[in-house]
């Protein structure tokens, strides 16, 4: 399966400010995702990554709160803008290769917002 | 209705008993369905797939699939205390339109397997 790293794994940030996370994979994936899992909660998805093309949200999910980019087949970032403590939560990406459909997660990325 | 729905647990077995984890969904046109597990503070892990109704084993873990009863399960054999941990059911939805590739996720079984 596809080797997925993320950066940072963790972050403290202040309230207000907004954090960039980037989602790297070590080959070309046909699909990916962005999740969010609160405290004690199960995944959420907060997006469809679409490449060269603006991402597909959620219900209750805004490109002005959780803008994407994905430039390639292999390259996706998260930012989390105008941060407040709410968004304190552990973000994934996750991809979908080949003929398996189930999704391969990345390491995460756990942010803490004071 | 939630669309996927899980026994939260905590579900407890002692070492070397079957752990069963149960999970429905709402959707009757789902048709793959998926466990990840999931230990403290580390992300999920795919390990087991099914498609087709009846059974599907590897190693010491079986997954069940009832799509009449829209229901599918996990049998844990020979349970471990490395097998604690949450444990997610994942379904997706039918083929078509915006949800391609997209899983939706159940509240996850926490699993503790005591010596």
């Known amino acids: 399966s596809a080797v997925i790293s993320q950066k940072p794994s963790r972050d403290i940030c202040q309230r207000g400010t907004s954090l960039t996370i980037q989602c790297q994979v070590d080959?070309?994936?046909?699909?990916m995702f962005w999740y969010r899992q609160q405290p004690g909660q199960s995944l959420t998805l907060i997006a469809t990554?679409?490449?060269?093309?603006?991402?597909?949200?959620e219900s209750g999910f805004v490109i002005d709160k959780f803008p994407i980019s994905r430039p390639n087949l292999t390259f996706s970032t998260l930012t989390v803008s105008n941060m407040s403590p709410e968004d304190s939560s552990i973000y994934l990406c996750s991809v979908v290769q080949g003929g398996i459909y189930g999704q391969f997660f990345g390491p995460g990325t756990r942010l803490t917002v004071l | 209705q939630k669309e996927v729905e899980q026994n939260s647990g905590p579900l407890s077995v002692p070492e070397g008993a079957i752990a069963s984890l149960n999970c429905t969904y709402s959707d009757r046109g789902s048709q793959s369905f998926f466990w990840y597990r999931q230990y403290s503070g580390k992300s999920p892990e795919l390990i087991m797939s099914i498609y087709s109704n009846g059974d599907k084993e590897d190693g010491r873990f079986t997954a069940q699939l009832n799509k009449a009863s829209q229901y599918v399960s996990l049998l844990i054999r020979d349970s471990q205390p490395s097998d604690s941990a949450t444990y997610l059911c994942a379904v997706k939805p039918p083929a078509g339109g915006t949800s391609y590739g997209k899983l939706t996720f159940g509240q996850g079984t926490i699993l503790t397997v005591h010596p």
């Open positions: 080959s070309q994936v046909t699909m």
């Open positions: 990554a679409n490449q060269g093309s603006e991402a597909t949200y």
